[in-house]
Nanobody, 116 residues
Framework: QVQLVESGGGLVQAGGSLRLSCAASGIISSIKVRRWYRQAPGKQRELVAGITSGGATNYADSVKGRFTISGDNARNTVYLQMNTLKPEDTAVYYC??????????WGKGTLVTVSS
């Protein structure tokens, strides 16, 4: 059974940094893309950042220049380094992995709270 487990969330003051991790366990066929999403209270889930198996990355405009996504294929782990955090970054952050076969896996999320 495939599981994605996020960690690294917590409470941080505005301007601070956090590093989220998403570790995948179980048998996973070739991963096409790994992504981080977030969902703030009362809002829809939104894409934050993504990284393909080839290393290409993309970011939401709201986090460009502040967040960095990276992956460690050997450890089946994807990271999200978040710098210069703002109160509007407060949300539950979810990792998502999509295989070449189109199967999508989700973690249960980790809460990030940024105080002003």
């Amino acid at each position: 059974q495939v599981q994605l487990v996020e960690s690294g969330g917590g409470l941080v003051q505005a301007g601070g940094s956090l590093r989220l991790s998403c570790a995948a366990s179980g048998i996973i066929s070739s991963i096409k893309v790994r992504r981080w999403y977030r969902q703030a209270p009362g809002k829809q889930r939104e894409l934050v950042a993504g990284i393909t198996s080839g290393g290409a990355t993309n970011y939401a405009d709201s986090v460009k220049g502040r967040f960095t996504i990276s992956g460690d294929n050997a450890r089946n782990t994807v990271y999200l380094q978040m710098n210069t955090l703002k109160p509007e970054d407060t949300a539950v952050y979810y990792c998502n992995e999509v295989t070449l076969g189109g199967v999508s896996y989700w973690g249960k999320g980790t809460l990030v709270t940024v105080s002003s």
